[in-house]
């Protein structure tokens, strides 16, 4: 009988955002007329902006055609789309990032869990808790943690506590860690890195030999001109960081699919004899093994993001979903409710009310409201008290949650 990665034996009994449907669905089978508004998963409802579609409907136009067809594309992504991000994204900002050093793929989420392909078993790992499970889960489905103790918590990993009482911006850690992951604007709490802090975790990661793994997903919603969008805004970043971005939320591409990873050429890492090698190579093999690229259809959608209508289109469906934060924030304080974040990031954080732990509240919201938001310990054991809900829905349905909230549910 063929053997199992008993790895995924130590997983905790769901995967987050499985469990909250499985929640959902029960409840739905038992009140089918109930009216559900999700502000759980960070799903965008909005269509795509028309540049986008209009590039790639003359794309599918032109594999309708032999002499403009395309099969296979280069796994690291088209030149013309790595060119426009380099300019834009980074060059414009300051980075030292050349094109050749973005690689294009289907979604940052599969890029954070696929570059552990490229590190080894032995590293010690550093998450923030709360933290975006995926960082942790895929860790332990490679073998790199331990098991999983009564407050949820990996054997193996170090965890970077997050709350009010810092800011949500986790402390350097004490000890020596090996790999560091860092989300700015965080996912769950929505909280953002000054450059002076970004600047002491590339010193901690140069001075310690570590590799700091940036998701920047939401850079895009920093609307403060003082925070950095990206880790290579910061000094010396190229030889510590590698950086994971999306057209996920920006740009509407959560069922298009289309993101990027930063891998600098001048980013080293170490052999099991101690021997200095390049992550660049590394990396670049591992996708053209593993990855065939996107579809170019896709690349061509994306590639009009930053054209001018792109960048308006863009821009104005970034100020739409924060502008839906700003009435879940308005609302919920106005009723009692402690939040966090919502301001340069599409996620409000809110404090559970009247001592409710993270499920007793989406039970309760649920049950009350008909509204779904996500449990803070579904983050971590330090998200207990604490709940997430998106601003990534349409306009009524926020506003119809938040008069629910507001009107059926009591802060004692």
């Not at 700015?184 to 990661?205: D, I, M, R």
Request: with cysteine.
């Amino acid at each position: 009988m063929a053997t199992i990665n008993d790895n995924y034996l130590k997983l905790k009994a769901g995967y987050l955002f499985p469990e909250i449907a499985r929640r959902v669905n029960a409840f739905a089978q038992i009140n089918p007329d109930a009216q559900i508004i999700r502000l759980g998963i960070g799903d965008v409802t909005e269509p795509l902006p028309e540049a986008c579609r209009t590039a790639m409907i003359k794309a599918v136009e032109e594999m309708g055609n032999r002499e403009t067809f395309k099969g296979y594309g280069p796994e690291q992504g088209y030149a013309w789309l790595r060119e426009k991000i380099a300019q834009h994204d980074f060059q414009a900002r300051g980075c030292d990032i050349d094109a050749s050093e973005i690689f294009i793929s289907d979604g940052s989420k599969c890029d954070c869990g696929n570059i552990l392909d490229i590190f080894g078993n032995n590293n010690t790992i550093a998450v923030t808790d709360p933290v975006y499970p995926v960082y942790v889960d895929t860790n332990v489905m490679a073998g790199h943690t331990g098991d999983v103790n009564e407050k949820g918590e990996y054997g193996g990993l170090v965890y970077l506590p997050i709350s009010a009482d810092n800011n949500f911006t986790a402390q350097i850690p004490s000890q020596k860690v090996d790999l560091i992951y860092l989300c700015f604007p965080n996912n769950p709490t929505g909280a953002t890195a000054s450059k002076e802090h970004l600047q002491a975790w590339v010193e901690y990661a140069k001075a310690n030999g570590s590799i700091i793994l940036f998701d920047a997903a939401y850079e895009a919603f920093i609307s403060d001109a003082s925070i950095p969008h990206s880790i290579y805004e910061i000094p010396g970043a190229r030889d510590c960081a590698i950086e994971f971005r999306s057209f996920s939320k920006n740009a509407g591409f959560t069922g298009t699919r289309c993101a990027l990873t930063v891998v600098p050429k001048t980013l080293t890492g170490k052999t099991a004899d101690g021997s200095k090698v390049e992550i660049w190579p590394l990396w670049n093999r591992r996708q053209s093994t593993k990855f065939n690229g996107v579809s170019y259809i896709v690349q061509r959608g994306a590639e009009a993001v930053y054209s001018e209508e792109g960048k308006a289109q863009t821009k104005a469906l970034i100020n739409f979903y924060m502008e839906n934060a700003k009435i879940i924030c308005d609302k919920l304080t106005q009723a009692g409710i402690s939040v966090y974040g919502g301001v340069n990031a599409p996620y409000v954080w809110v404090k559970t009310p009247n001592n409710l732990s993270s499920w007793d509240f989406f039970d309760k919201l649920l049950n009350t409201c008909n509204v779904v938001g996500t449990p803070g310990s579904g983050f971590g054991a330090a998200g207990e008290g604490y709940f997430r809900i998106s601003a990534f829905n349409s306009r009524a349905n926020v506003e119809e949650a938040m008069k629910r909230i507001t009107e059926r549910f009591t802060v004692a």
